[in-house]
């Protein structure tokens, strides 16, 4: 049995009590501390026991999805709501922040205690189950919700006891914590928020937890260990407390570890306490810590470790308890972005909470995690950032991100453990060097950092990022181009995201311009749960900046394809394809070029490319600011939205079963009940103030505030019709009204399935006034599926010509000609050549010639996985070109890698890549079959989409097990959970760690391109 506290050593704490002494800024942190904990001190002990509500109170996130009863989902914006509770003076009522109004209108209390009706009085009154307002509306439930903020008061008044208990040493603190400690030790075994819950009763099965929901009770349990550790002496020997809560000591203290602090760590594999990967796990190894049992840090750390295949039927979600020796493989891309997509949850989760689960595992004297996540895990964010630290919002993330997305205080603590530069940086650029280090309690136990040793540290490291990247795992590339203030930044999301937190945003475009969000991503969507707005509107194509093929949100989630990228001076280029997002449509491709054409002067050019189907609508829409037109004679809609004019907002015109089945009894996926996330179409009921126009030439769009302007210009000849409409940004407080957007729209019958567009946009940025004059699309002489830009400033023009091939030769109006796949060129005002760029072979105009190197072509031959290396075999004889991307495939399976340096051998070139592994998932065999291997274990979070569940990806992917190396054919997922993986073509391999199957990115066979992008001043 425990014996005394574990989590703090007597030298970190006589550190605290010292530094809380000299320093300012560490006091202050203490003094909020206790004064938060003094008023608990000073409640009477029995109402302290008496306000933890029993289990048969239910709880609820929210009253209702529909707000408020009186204004609605206004209250969803309103600054520091939506609802708010003062338990001392106002007991189980909740206010909106909106007007004010108490709810609800009945005394709940006084009902509770008598079960009599007659006390549910006035026009809001709730027994507990919740107000019917009798419209046809979901029931509003208020005493649910005040419970749910009554325990998040609760649980931090014992964490604040607990610190306050420490810091002080006065009993009273002790004392009140230790009845806390006790009554919600008696509670918590009754507590099963999926029976006991406002959202668990109607709307998602097996949304589980404690006293809260499983996500927010993975952080508790932390903090009831911290809390016990913290108070174990007033448990121990304050024999005031023990005789009015009539338990001994012993008994006291077992009764709160086995029923609270055990009883939280064992909830992760019994099924009621579950968070976004690594939340629960960082919680349960500081849990052990306090524990101080040998054999039990054995029996969980094990499961931590290896735990794997918990089937899809349990109550919370399964993935959560794979261990990490798996996980980190098959939920974590290379460049340390995990399966979720979503920045926010990549930083919040898992680069936050695994980096500390790292450095609690020396700590209990355990394997630490492998090197190659952990360095990912700290790298990646700052991989994304643009100046002044902004952000993509990618998937759900906060549509105001910024970098460092950790707190000063985790940046801290990870320099600390591992020295890395970015951080070093990241806190001098954010303040968090000296005494302004201390900014939680945790860093009043810690010497604070000084700015000589950040300095010493991040000496070599930029401030801010200033060049392009690729983020080929996880695929995210970010072009940017300028410096400081003037910085062009454009971020593509290209990779797979199959999971919860993702979008339906292959391709999606966001675009940061000096430190200003001037092409927004909308970010994380009003409610992260069973509501209409987020897949219907928030989450679906039509809301981003991307194309909405054949009225429907994309087809699948699987993974694009990088098929170009390149960094030249002055230009800065991606192009890439989702080949799945639509299935059946032929080509959904887009290449981005970041063109510096002045010091003062850039431009991004988006060309978008799709064939097949017989709709496409090019969605845009730019920051909260004026907007105006030219170019286009608009007639206004009368009424109605996008989907038409007499269809109403938010009305699911395209599916109407949906709507028919959210008035269905039972929870959605239950006797045929449908989740609002099985919308598949297009969202357009969600765009209003809808206007429509055909353009006769150039059509340009502008947004303008105060501090920025950005013009769209888009060419003659891209599209038949322009639509300006509304759209709502989620609610969200601080939230504009409605962001402005504009669709290019081409229609073909709908009989017909072979639509051809090409849509090109032009978008300038400006501090004071636009400098781009013209652009205009050049005609094509000979060349199929090429395009040609001549864009016109006061001092010169650029020509921008781009082929879906890189192989053949294009002509162009002028004499302009391609040999390639992408080519710009500029000329002065006079028409003197100044520069030009080319991926391809040769790029010619009247007097200028530019030659190129081409396409490099090989095969990969051999593989050391170990160091990232692969050999080569060249089509050509010549050498791959050392410092471009090189783009692996074979049919079903795309990857690619920066290639860090060639040298010759004799079977070819060897490759070093830079990555930091080839491997992207290992499992345990359950069984061998006929066709390959049967498995448990968790490859990929699931989600329904396409037969493939999420495993696409995996197809033609290598696997290598028992000294042989496999194609993946299928990986097909299995009821029980787990999956089946159908292999072919063997061939020997050489290395077979433990007989544990590893799948790689890449193997021998597939085939290799490399397109240098050449730059060459004229």
């Known amino acids: 049995m425990k014996t005394g506290r574990t989590l703090h050593t007597d030298d970190e704490v006589r550190r605290m009590k010292d530094q809380v002494e000299r320093f300012p800024a560490a006091r202050k942190i203490a003094d909020e501390i206790v004064d938060r904990a003094e008023v608990w001190a000073k409640l009477d002990d029995a109402y302290v026991r008496d306000l933890p509500p029993p289990a048969d109170i239910f709880r609820g996130f929210l009253p209702s999805f529909d707000g408020c009863p009186v204004h609605g989902e206004a209250v969803f914006q309103a600054p520091g709501g939506p609802w708010k509770a003062d338990i001392f003076n106002r007991p189980w009522k909740i206010k909106c922040a909106v007007g004010g109004e108490e709810y609800p209108s009945n005394d709940f209390m006084a009902y509770y205690r008598t079960g009599d009706r007659a006390l549910l009085t006035g026009d809001y009154a709730d027994d507990g189950m919740g107000w019917d307002p009798g419209d046809g509306r979901s029931r509003f439930w208020f005493v649910a919700h005040y419970c749910y903020r009554l325990w998040h008061q609760l649980i931090p008044a014992l964490q604040d006891l607990g610190r306050a208990y420490l810091m002080t040493g006065d009993p009273r603190y002790g004392r009140k914590g230790a009845i806390l400690l006790d009554r919600m030790a008696e509670l918590f075994p ?4 999926a029976a006991q819950s406002w959202y668990g009763l109607n709307y998602q099965v097996g949304y589980t937890g404690r006293f809260l929901y499983a996500v927010q009770e993975s952080f508790n349990i932390g903090l009831y260990a911290e809390a016990y550790d913290n108070l174990f002496p007033a448990l121990q020997s304050g024999s005031e407390v023990h005789a009015f809560l009539n338990k001994e000591p012993e008994a006291l203290i077992r009764h709160v570890e086995d029923n609270l602090v055990r009883q939280s760590v064992r909830d992760i594999w019994e099924g009621k306490i579950r968070g976004n990967y690594g939340l629960h796990q960082a919680s349960a190894v500081k849990a052990l810590v306090v524990i101080d049992d040998d054999a039990f840090t054995d029996w969980a750390i094990e499961r931590l470790e290896t735990y794997t295949g918990c089937g899809p039927n349990t109550e919370v979600w399964a993935y959560g308890v794979e261990g990490w020796d798996h996980a980190l493989d098959n939920f974590l891309f290379r460049d340390g972005v995990s399966f979720e997509v979503a920045i926010g949850y990549s930083a919040g989760c898992w680069t936050r909470y695994m980096l500390d689960t790292d450095l609690v595992l020396e700590r209990l004297g355990k394997r630490r ?14 991989r994304l950032a643009c100046w002044d630290g902004k952000m993509p919002a990618i998937a759900d993330t906060g549509a105001e991100a910024t970098y460092p997305m950790l707190d000063i205080s985790s940046l801290q603590r990870f320099f600390r453990g591992y020295g890395w530069p970015e951080y070093a940086r990241a806190l001098l650029n954010v303040g968090g060097t000296d005494e302004s280090g201390f900014r939680s309690y945790d860093d009043l136990f810690e010497v604070p950092l000084t700015r000589a040793e950040l300095e010493h540290a991040a000496v070599n490291l930029p401030e801010w990022p200033e ?97 170009r990228f390149g960094t030249a001076p002055h230009v800065q280029h991606v192009a890439l394809s989702a080949p799945r997002a639509y299935l059946g449509v032929d080509v959904y491709r887009r290449g981005v070029t970041l063109l510096e054409l002045a ?69 959605p996926g ?73 669709l290019l729209r081409n229609r073909a019958g709908r009989r017909q399935d072979a639509l051809n567009s090409l849509f090109a946009v032009v978008c300038e940025t400006y501090r004071k006034q636009p400098k781009i004059t013209g652009v205009r699309r050049l005609d094509v002489v000979e060349g199929e599926d090429a395009i040609g830009l001549e864009i016109s400033w006061p001092d010169g023009r650029c020509y921008l010509l781009s082929t879906l091939s890189d192989e053949g030769r294009s002509v162009f109006e002028g004499g302009l000609e391609l040999d390639g796949g992408f080519g710009v060129l500029t000329l002065d005002l006079n028409g003197r050549p100044l520069w030009a760029c080319l991926a391809g072979r040769r790029l010619k105009s009247d007097g200028v010639a530019v030659e190129g190197t081409g396409t490099w072509r090989g095969r990969i031959t051999g593989m050391d996985a170990g160091n990232c290396r692969v050999t080569v075999r060249s089509d050509s004889g ?70 493939d569940s999420g495993c696409h990806y995996l197809k033609g992917a290598r696997l290598a097990y028992k000294q042989r190396l496999h194609t993946i054919d299928r990986v097909i997922p299995r009821e029980e959970g787990g999956h089946r993986f159908v292999l072919r073509d063997p061939i020997p391999w050489p290395a077979a760690p433990d007989d544990m199957p590893v799948i790689y990115d890449l193997g021998p066979g597939d085939a290799c391109v490399a397109r240098p992008l050449v730059f060459t001043a004229l």
């Open 369 to 382: 995690l492998p090197g190659e996540h952990v360095r990912s895990l700290g790298s990646w964010s700052r």
């Open 878 to 947: 010549g050498a791959p070109p050392a410092g471009e991307t090189l783009m692996v495939s074979n049919p079903p399976h795309a990857c690619n890698f920066p290639i860090r340096s060639v040298e010759a051998t004799g079977e070819g070139w060897l490759c070093s890549l830079d990555a930091e592994r080839l491997h992207i998932g290992r499992f345990v065999v359950e069984a061998e079959t006929e066709e390959g291997l049967q498995t448990r274990t968790w490859i990929h979070r699931e989600w329904e989409d396409t037969e």
């Open 190 to 193: 009754t507590m099963d928020h």
């Open 670 to 742: 239950t006797n045929g009940k449908r989740s609002y996330h099985s919308y598949r179409g297009s969202g357009f009921s969600y765009l209003y103030d809808v206007k429509r126009g055909q353009p006769a030439g150039e059509f340009q769009a502008e947004w303008r505030d105060e501090e920025m302007g950005l013009r769209m210009i888009v060419p003659e000849g891209v599209a038949r019709e322009v639509i300006t409409a509304h759209g709502r940004p989620p609610s969200k407080p601080g939230a504009a009204e409605h962001l402005d957007y504009v």
């Open 599 to 667: 010091p003062n002067l850039q431009v991004l050019v988006d060309l978008f490319h799709v064939t097949g189907g017989w709709a496409h609508d090019y969605s845009f829409h730019a920051f909260n600011g004026s907007f105006s037109t030219r170019g286009v004679a608009f007639q206004a809609q009368e009424g109605g939205t996008l989907a038409g004019p007499n269809v109403p907002f938010r009305k699911l015109y395209d599916d109407p079963e949906l709507e028919r089945h959210a008035n269905l009894p039972g929870l």
């Open 467 to 563: 060049s392009s990247d690729n983020l080929g795992g996880v695929g995210f590339a970010i072009l940017r181009s300028g410096r400081a203030e003037n910085q062009l930044a454009a971020v593509l999301q290209y990779g797979h995201a199959n999971a919860g937190h993702a979008h339906r945003d292959r391709l999606n475009l966001e675009v940061i311009a000096g430190g200003k969000r001037v092409v927004p991503d909308t970010g994380y969507p009003t409610h992260a749960a069973e509501h209409p707005d987020p897949p219907v509107w928030e989450k679906n194509t039509v809301s981003h900046v991307t194309v909405v093929v054949n009225e429907s949100r994309q087809d699948t989630a699987d993974e694009g394809r990088l098929e």
